[in-house]
T-cell receptor, first 112, second 111 residues
Framework: NAGVTQTPKFRVLKTGQSMTLLCAQD?????MYWYRQDPGMGLRLIHY???????AKGEVPDGYNVSRLKKQNFLLGLESAAPSQTSVYFC???????????FGPGTRLTVL | GENVEQHPSTLSVQEGDSAVIKCTYS??????FPWYKQELGKGPQLIID?????GEKKDQRIAVTLNKTAKHFSLHITETQPEDSAVYFC??????????FGTGTSLTVIP
């Protein structure tokens, strides 16, 4: 099992550009999450999904959109990137609520 | 929303000593408290968790204690080893849909 994988690992964008981050899990988990990690601020939840076809806003959703068309994939989109979105992005999944979240290796995004 | 505070932000201990990291939370309805370890360049990994109906949980050299009245929980690592060096995050969750993380503690174990 690959667990949780994220694509790409690194990306540099210019302000105003768009991109999509892909998260895939092969553990048949219902729940999937997108976090951003900034120095001194820990992990903050952007969006999450409780099952295929569902999405919901987390703590810091502005400037991001998500989609969960297939159970195993969770996509995070930036329509018009801003320097404030420079961060490390982590995807996570869990089988059920209040259970262990399995994290991917992260995507380091720099917006110039 | 929930607010989780974590202390200290950095911690250095001699190999073999104990390390304690403390977190407080604001929402008394929170009922699940996991601890994650993050090694450099990797995603966080769960090391131990505790639910609100339990006061203490142990797993070999790692233990977590929960004081619901005071709204704080702590991670205890005994007999620390160099491979324990990492960043540790606490978190709190009410529904399981949203997790609120502390700001992290960078632990260094000095050989």
């Amino acid at each position: 099992n690959a667990g949780v994988t994220q694509t790409p690992k690194f990306r540099v964008l210019k302000t105003g550009q768009s991109m999509t981050l892909l998260c895939a899990q092969d553990m048949n988990h219902e729940y999937m999450y997108w976090y951003r990690q900034d120095p001194g601020m820990g992990l903050r939840l952007i969006h999450y999904s409780v099952g295929e076809g569902t999405t919901a806003k987390g703590e810091v959703p502005d400037g991001y959109n998500v989609s969960r068309l297939k159970k195993q994939n969770f996509l995070l989109g930036l329509e018009s990137a801003a320097p404030s979105q420079t961060s490390v992005y982590f995807c996570a999944s869990s089988y059920h609520v209040l259970q262990e979240q399995f994290f991917g290796p992260g995507t380091r995004l720099t917006v110039l | 929303g929930e607010n989780v505070e974590q202390h200290p932000s950095t911690l250095s201990v001699q190999e073999g000593d104990s390390a304690v990291i403390k977190c407080t939370y604001s929402d008394s309805a929170s009922n699940y408290f996991p601890w994650y370890k993050q090694e450099l360049g990797k995603g966080p990994q769960l090391i131990i968790d505790i639910r609100s109906n339990v006061g203490e949980k142990k797993d070999q050299r790692i233990a977590v204690t929960l004081n619901k009245t005071a709204k704080h929980f702590s991670l205890h690592i005994t007999e620390t080893q160099p491979e324990d060096s990492a960043v540790y995050f606490c978190a709190a969750s009410l529904t399981g849909n949203q997790f609120y993380f502390g700001t992290g503690t960078s632990l260094t174990v000095i050989p």
